[in-house]
Structure formats: structure tokens, C-alpha cells
């Protein structure tokens, strides 16, 4: 079982920047998958950034250029550093851990870009 525990979201203005935080306990061993989605009410839940099978960070176009998403493996945690930041990135932010056979999800934290 994993648990991830996530922080760092908030309210900002437009152009502005926030850096997200999620932090995984229990056994990650096999954990081969790494990334942040994000979510809207009334609308799926879309892929912001990842690593892909290789280890190389992958984005949505929508972001590209304007977040980073990072790992400290000694911490177990991986970060959303997220700048330029737009009202339509405004969203439930939820990082995920998984691999073939299991999924984990953080409890989702808010970012609110104001315009």
C-alpha cells in the first residue's frame, strides 16, 4: 500500500507561481509510474506532467514551458513547480503513483489562478 500526502497549493494571481509537493510512504518499490493531473468539475481528469517509462519528464502542451515537474527519489516525493501560471490552470492538482497493476492518488490540493 502507498500513501501520498500532497501540499502546496493555493491562491495566486495570474502570472504568478506555486510550487506543488507529494510525498509517498509505504512501499513504492514497485512503483513505476510518476506524475500530476489535474481536475475541473464536470470535466476528466487530464494529465499535466509526467515521467514516461523512461524516466524523462513528459507535459501536457498546455503547460509545457511553464511547469516542471521534478523527484527526490531519497524523499520519495516528487514537486510540480508551476510559473506563469494562467486563470485556466485553476484546477484540483492530484499527483499519482502507480504501476500495471495498482494506482495511487493523492487527496488533491486546490490552485486558484485569479485573473
Known amino acids: 500500500q502507498v500513501q501520498l500526502v500532497e501540499s502546496g497549493g493555493g491562491l495566486v494571481q495570474t502570472g504568478g507561481s506555486l510550487r506543488l509537493s507529494c510525498a509517498a510512504s509505504g512501499n513504492i518499490f514497485h512503483i513505476n509510474a510518476l506524475g500530476w493531473y489535474r481536475q475541473v468539475p464536470g470535466k476528466q481528469r487530464e494529465l499535466v506532467a509526467r515521467?514516461?517509462?523512461?524516466?524523462?519528464?513528459d507535459y501536457a502542451y498546455a503547460v509545457k514551458g511553464r511547469f516542471t515537474i521534478s523527484r527526490d527519489s531519497a524523499r520519495n516525493t516528487i514537486y510540480l513547480q508551476m510559473n506563469s501560471l494562467k486563470p485556466e490552470d485553476s484546477a484540483t492538482y492530484y499527483c499519482?503513483?502507480?504501476?500495471?497493476?495498482?494506482?495511487?492518488w493523492g487527496q488533491g490540493t486546490q490552485v486558484t489562478v485569479s485573473s
Open positions: 499519482h503513483f502507480g504501476n500495471v497493476r495498482d494506482d495511487y
Open positions: 515521467f514516461n517509462p523512461g524516466g524523462i519528464p
